[in-house]
């Protein structure tokens, strides 16, 4: 039994002591004592209701002697931001897919999982022969650690990919010099034919 039960339920021991039964056919009670005996029963189970009544409101909280009005639950969920964002109302099918796509500007919802804007810089590399797609070439690599923000790439997986180029800022020469990105656990490795000349970004997101 939880604790608001064991705090407010009437038990035998909160009756032990009040009403007439048992009492012999003299009680030798005085007026007021038999007045308050055959009043406290009535007295006991008035305490109590009252006292669930205080213990209920004062909204949703970590306390297990409180209840919470209907209001207090309602406000609860919206505060989190409940609103009218249920799974009747979005996924009316229950297939586990919001229903109309154009909520997430177009795209499925696979289309929002792990992913990075990387910027490819102008400076930094080293020029380097290696053997891409069974092709030796020297070309120009520099190694990223971060995205455009600084923020270190720790959440790569296994089916990572390049998936298209954004925010070009100079000649669309610079990004044809892109020969190849290697992705790797925390880094993704650029290689290139020759080094822009103005930096560009690209997406590195999960397939």
Do not use: C
């Not at 009005?69 to 309602?74: A, R, S, Y």
């Not at 990387?118 to 590399?125: F, N, S």
């Not at 080293?126 to 070439?137: D, N």
């Not at 790439?153 to 020469?173: E, R, S």
Request: proline share 3%; glycine share 10%; hydrophobic share 35%.
């Amino acid at each position: 039994m939880g604790d608001f039960q064991d705090a407010y339920k009437i038990t035998s021991g909160d009756r032990t002591g009040k009403g007439v039964t048992g009492l012999p056919d003299t009680p030798g009670l005085s007026t007021g004592d038999m007045q308050a005996r055959f009043d406290s029963l009535g007295n006991l189970a008035i305490d109590k209701f009252n006292a669930v009544v205080d213990a209920v409101g004062g909204g949703v909280i970590n306390d297990d002697t409180k209840i919470p009005t209907m209001k207090d639950i309602v406000d609860y969920v919206v505060s989190m931001g409940g609103g009218d964002m249920t799974k009747a109302i979005y996924d009316t099918n229950d297939d586990g897919v919001v229903d109309n796509a154009t909520l997430f500007a177009g795209h499925t919802p696979s289309y929002f999982k792990n992913q990075y804007i990387l910027a490819i810089p102008t400076t930094g590399y080293t020029e380097e022969t290696v053997t891409i797609w069974g092709e030796s070439k020297t070309m120009q690599v520099i190694t990223l650690t971060s995205d455009k923000d600084g923020n270190a790439l720790t959440n790569f997986l296994a089916d990572m990919v390049a998936d298209y180029p954004i925010n070009l800022t100079g000649d669309i020469d610079d990004f044809k010099k892109l020969y190849a990105l290697e992705i790797g656990l925390n880094s993704v490795t650029v290689y290139m034919e020759e080094a822009p000349t103005t930096a560009f970004n690209v997406l590195i997101r999960e397939a």
